[in-house]
């Protein structure tokens, strides 16, 4: 089993920037991929990005790609979500999950779910 747990969201004005954090522990050596991903009120759970655990390879959402950066660190085995020019539509709680065998932006892959963090931008 993998446990996630993400930390740095917040409220923020437009324009500004906010940084998440993934950290993850239990069987970290499985982990193939780390994702993120945000869910807003009545919407469907959107891709945001995802990194190669060993090489880092990255992949990102059409939404954010420009203004987010994905990074990880193996020795923290920790992921994060670097969010830049923020708009009040990336507000919605942003998820951080574990996939043991691609890297993906369907959701329906990723095994391992944290308890997401809540995003909320103001205008």
């Known amino acids: 089993q993998v446990q996630l747990g993400e930390s740095g969201g917040g409220l923020v004005q437009a324009g500004g920037s906010l940084r998440l954090s993934c950290a993850a522990s239990?069987?970290?050596?499985?982990?193939?991929?780390m994702g993120w991903f945000r869910q807003a009120p009545g919407k469907a759970r959107e891709f945001v990005a995802a990194i190669g655990w060993s090489g880092g390879a990255t992949v990102y959402g059409d939404s954010v790609k420009g203004r987010f950066t994905i990074s990880r660190d193996n020795a923290m085995n920790t992921v994060y979500l670097q969010m830049s020019s923020l708009k009040p539509e990336d507000t919605a709680v942003y998820y951080c999950a574990a996939d043991r065998s691609r890297l993906a932006r369907a959701h329906t892959t990723y095994e391992y779910w944290g308890q997401g963090t809540q995003v909320t931008v103001s205008s």
């Open positions: 239990g069987r970290t050596f499985s982990i193939y991929s």
